[in-house]
């Protein structure tokens, strides 16, 4: 028997199926997921970025953040709290290879999520864009079931603290 927060989020992510399940999803989520596998769009905008003298900083910037958001996120964090994903908790088909490291927090949604507020600093019309395919990333991460809820908002929460660091030393505005 599930209690408290765990059960909480197992109904979440079979919410997310119920309402949202359906073959065109399935078809969809996985390549939506796999433009955040490693964080490569995100490296590729900011090394495009870099290329440019009007917005080399924010090519800094970026870079900076998901090296930083791939340290403490996807190397301490995850091997800290090792907290196994809902898929290999619970039986369900796999749309997408079974993942291999621990779920908290969610690297995909961390990277996304930085990408997409320093993209937002820069220039709204970058930004605004940014943050519907990271909005869009996290939610497959659900979609999957690779990853609860709070792996998700913990990738979010964490990405902000990134940003508001780097914020300090290297604003691109």
């Not at 399935?26 to 490296?43: E, Q, R, S």
């Not at 497959?140 to 300090?168: C, E, N, Q, W």
Request: glycine share 8%; with cysteine.
């Amino acid at each position: 028997m599930l209690f408290g927060t765990e059960a909480a989020e197992l109904w979440i992510l079979n919410l997310i199926q119920d309402i949202f399940g359906c073959g065109f999803l399935d078809f969809l989520m996985p390549k939506i997921t796999a433009l955040g596998n490693a964080g490569i769009i995100w490296i590729l905008v900011g090394l495009v970025l870099l290329c440019t003298k009007k917005y080399r900083r924010g090519g800094v910037f970026l870079l900076v953040g998901l090296l930083l958001g791939l340290i403490f996120g996807n190397v301490i964090l995850k091997n800290l709290i090792a907290r196994p994903r809902p898929c290999w908790i619970y039986d369900v088909p796999l749309l997408i290879p079974n993942p291999t490291d621990f779920s908290f927090p969610s690297g995909h949604t961390l990277s996304s999520f930085i990408s997409a507020f320093v993209l937002m600093r820069i220039n709204r019309k970058f930004g605004i864009p940014a943050l519907v395919l990271a909005i869009l990333i996290a939610f497959s991460r659900m979609y999957l079931f690779v990853h609860f809820p709070t792996d998700i908002l913990g990738g979010i929460v964490l990405a902000y603290a990134i940003y508001m660091m780097i914020r300090k030393y290297i604003d691109p505005a």
